[in-house]
C-alpha cells in the first residue's frame, strides 16, 4: 500500500518510479472503489462504468457502447435488456432515423441513490482540488488527458494481442 511521500527530495528517477506506483495505486483504488458502488447498485462493474457513460449527457447507442467497452453487440445488447430490466436505463429512438437507438439514463432511477453514492465523491474530489493552485491544476489535467490516451491505445494493444492465456505446466 502507498503512503504519501514528499518528492522534493527524490532523485528524477525515484520520482518518476513513485509516480508510476501511485498511479498503479490509484488505478486499483478506483476498481475497487467502483466494484464498491456496482455492489450497493446491484450490477456488474462493466455495467456500471456503462450506465456512467450513458450518464454523461451525450447520446449513446449500443454500438458505441460495444466500441468503447471492447464487448461484442450481442453482450451490449443483453446486458442493456438486464439494465432496462432494472429500470436503470431506456432506449430512445432517434428523431431523424428511426433504426438509431439511444440508450438512455432511466432519469427516475438516477436519483436520490446515485446521488448519495456521488455528490460526496465530487464533493471531495472539488476539495481536493482547491489545494493546487491555476498553474499546477493545469499540469494534473494535461497529465491525467495524457494518461487517458496512454490507457486508450495500451486497451486497444492488448485487444489486439495474439496470445492466449497462461496455462499450467
Known amino acids: 500500500m502507498m503512503t504519501s511521500k514528499k518528492s522534493a527530495k527524490m532523485s528524477p528517477d525515484a520520482l518518476r518510479q513513485a509516480v508510476s506506483e501511485i498511479g498503479r495505486e490509484v488505478s486499483a483504488r478506483t476498481i475497487l472503489m467502483h466494484q464498491a458502488i456496482a455492489e450497493k447498485v446491484g450490477v456488474s462493474l462493466t455495467e456500471l462504468k456503462c450506465l456512467d457513460y450513458v450518464s454523461r449527457g451525450a447520446l449513446v447507442t449500443a454500438g458505441q457502447l460495444a466500441e468503447i ?8 445488447t443483453a446486458m442493456i435488456d438486464r439494465l432496462e430490466r432494472a429500470g436503470l436505463v431506456r432506449r430512445e429512438r432517434s428523431g431523424d432515423d428511426r433504426r438509431k437507438v439511444f440508450i438512455c439514463p432511466a432519469q427516475e432511477a438516477f436519483g436520490d441513490f446515485f446521488e448519495e ?3 460526496p465523491l465530487a464533493q471531495a474530489a472539488a476539495n481536493l482540488a482547491e489545494q493546487y493552485s ?6 494534473i489535467y494535461e497529465y491525467t488527458l495524457r494518461s487517458i490516451q496512454l490507457v486508450r491505445e495500451q486497451t486497444e494493444r492488448i485487444r489486439a494481442m495474439k496470445v492466449s492465456k497462461p496455462r499450467k505446466k
Open 69 to 76: 467497452t471492447g464487448l461484442t453487440t450481442g453482450a451490449i
Open 117 to 119: 453514492i456521488y455528490g
Open 134 to 139: 491555476e498553474e499546477q491544476l493545469e499540469l
